[in-house]
Nanobody, 129 residues
Framework: VQLQASGGGLVQAGGSLRLSCAAS????????MGWFRQAPGKEREFVANIRGSGSSGYYADSAKGRFTISRTNANNTVYLQMNSLKPEDTAVYYCAATSAPAYSGDYYPPTTRRGYDYWGQGTLVTVSS
């Protein structure tokens, strides 16, 4: 599957952005999806994930209460709505997909990079103070 992330940009602290990740292929609803981010000089870190069924998401502590992950399987797209943005949210944001069957419905996808088979190219989010 190929992933194309978009929606990044420059926003002031307290503002909002919605990232999108469009996926190719006809079995999108079987893929667990995740969002990660990488700030300059730091390791790539988990932000949020969602099961193939798309019923709910799981979040890193840094994202809880501010970010919402969702997906529209009919459009092969996963979203990350980011509210109350902070300067420390500045990073390149990556979407990722895992084809492991367990994550299509019953279990949340991994929170580690190695758990994903496919990655998008990243979209830059810059939050100014």
């Amino acid at each position: 599957v190929q992933l194309q992330a978009s929606g990044g940009g420059l926003v002031q602290a307290g503002g909002s952005l919605r990232l999108s990740c469009a996926a190719s292929g006809r079995t999108f609803n079987s893929y667990g999806m995740g969002w990660f981010r990488q700030a300059p000089g730091k390791e790539r870190e988990f932000v949020a994930n969602i099961r193939g069924s798309g019923s709910s998401g799981y979040y890193a502590d840094s994202a809880k209460g501010r970010f919402t992950i969702s997906r529209t399987n009919a459009n092969n797209t996963v979203y990350l709505q980011m509210n109350s943005l902070k300067p420390e949210d500045t990073a390149v944001y990556y979407c990722a997909a895992t084809s492991a069957p367990a994550y299509s419905g019953d279990y949340y996808p991994p929170t580690t990079r190695r758990g994903y088979d496919y990655w998008g190219q990243g979209t830059l989010v810059t939050v100014s103070s």
